[in-house]
């Protein structure tokens, strides 16, 4: 399944030139902010997803997505409100999934007849 991007407003501060991307897919949620000379990345596998947190105001909505194995939440802000409850159903959605044998990194058993 392909993964979804969504990319903070231009107008919210920190994001005029570089505005934060935050892409969510099956298997991992991905933050990435540019610099002028850099680019930092950040990862969360969604199976280690504890909460995801939307705090909204007029317009714009701050994103705060918490992880069970103890690191630093990843955080986000001046995202669309549609975009925040888009990407927390995503999220929801696929923690719902159960993980087939490739994803849990084991191989398939062969049956026996």
Known sequence: MPSESFQASRWTRGN???PTVIEVGDKAVVRRKRSW??????SI?????ASVHIKTGL???DILIESSGG????????HRKR????LKLL????????????Q???LPMAKSE
């Not at 975009?83 to 888009?86: E, S, T």
């Not at 929801?92 to 490739?102: F, G, H, I, R, S």
């Open 16 to 18: 005029f030139l570089f």
């Open 37 to 42: 000379f850099s680019r930092d990345e950040i």
């Open 45 to 49: 596998s969604v199976q280690k997803i």
């Open 59 to 61: 317009i714009w909505a």
């Open 71 to 78: 690191t630093d939440p990843l955080t986000s802000h001046g």
């Open 83 to 86: 975009d925040a409850r888009r």
């Open 91 to 102: 999220i929801e959605d696929y923690q719902a999934k159960p993980l087939n044998d490739d």
């Open 104 to 106: 849990r990194g084991q």
